[in-house]
C-alpha cells in the first residue's frame, strides 16, 4: 500500500470516528507518529479534540514543541498533570528517581504520572486515538486498528497501526509536519527526560525507552492495560 493510501486509510477512519464517537479524543505524546496524527486531525477533524500529559518530567524539547504546534495549527491541546498529593506520595515512598531502582518502582511512577491522568482525560468521552504502530516494538505487534479499551471503557483507535517508520518520516518531511528536535539527536522515541536516551546505530527504536529494563515489558501502562502497582 503506498503512502498515498494509508494517508487516505487513516483519514477515512478518522471520519468514521469524528461522526461515530463523539466525543472523540486523540491523545498525543507530541512523538513523530503524533505529529502525522495531529496534521490530519488539525487540518480535516475539528471534532476530535487533542490532549497531552505533561509528568512533570519532559524534556524541554517537548514543552517547545507543543507551544509550536498550539501556535501553527491554532488549536488548543489540553493539558493534563499528575495529582500532586500523589506525587508527593510516591517521591516519599520511593524517591524522586526511584524508578531506576526497580520495575515496581517505574510502574509506580508511570501510574502516577500517565495512567490516572489519562483516566481523568477520558472521563465521558467515547473513544480514544493513539498513534501505535505494530512496528514500534514487540509489545505492540498484537494491536488492533480498533479495539475495546475495557479499563477505561470505550473504544481504542490506532490509525497509523500498519505504518512504516519510513511512512512517518516521510509525511513529516513532505508535508512539512513540526517534530520534537530531539529526534534529530538520536531519539526515536521520547518520553520522560531521565527515561530516555538517544539509541546507538543499529539498536532497536526502543532502546533507549527504560533501557534498565526487559524489552517485552517497556510499556508505561497506557496502552496494553492498567498497571497493577506492587
Not at 477512519?13 to 513523530?32: C, H, K, M, N
Not at 500523589?86 to 510502574?107: P, T
Not at 529526534?183 to 521520547?190: K, N, Q
Request: net charge neutral; glycine share 6%; aromatic share 8%.
Amino acid at each position: 500500500m503506498s503512502l498515498e493510501q494509508k494517508i487516505e486509510q487513516a483519514n477515512n477512519l478518522l471520519t468514521q470516528i469524528e461522526r461515530d464517537y463523539a466525543p472523540a479524543v486523540f491523545a498525543s505524546s507530541l512523538g513523530a507518529e503524533d505529529m502525522v496524527l495531529t496534521d490530519l486531525i488539525a487540518q480535516h477533524h475539528p471534532g476530535i479534540a487533542i490532549f497531552t500529559l505533561d509528568t512533570g518530567r519532559l524534556p524541554e524539547a517537548t514543552h517547545k514543541l507543543l507551544a509550536e504546534v498550539t501556535a501553527r495549527y491554532n488549536i488548543e491541546i489540553k493539558v493534563y498533570y499528575p495529582a500532586a498529593a500523589a506525587l508527593e506520595s510516591l517521591v516519599a515512598a520511593r524517591g524522586i528517581n526511584g524508578f531506576y531502582d526497580s520495575a515496581d518502582n517505574r510502574k509506580a511512577c508511570c501510574v502516577a504520572r500517565k495512567v490516572e491522568p489519562l483516566a481523568r482525560a477520558l472521563v465521558g468521552k467515547q473513544a480514544w486515538i493513539t498513534g501505535l504502530r505494530r512496528e514500534q516494538a514487540v509489545t505492540r505487534a498484537g494491536l488492533e486498528l480498533s479495539s475495546f479499551d475495557a479499563a477505561n471503557g470505550l473504544q481504542k483507535f490506532n490509525p497509523l497501526l500498519e505504518w512504516s517508520n519510513l511512512d512517518v518520516w516521510t509525511y513529516i518531511r513532505r508535508y512539512k509536519t513540526p517534530y520534537n528536535a530531539l529526534h534529530d539527536e538520536g531519539y526515536p522515541s521520547i518520553g520522560c527526560a531521565p527515561c530516555t536516551r538517544a539509541i546507538n546505530p543499529g539498536e532497536d527504536v526502543r532502546a533507549g525507552r527504560w533501557w534498565w529494563e526487559s524489552a517485552d515489558s517497556k510499556e508505561c501502562g497506557l496502552h496494553p492495560r492498567k498497571l497493577e502497582v506492587a
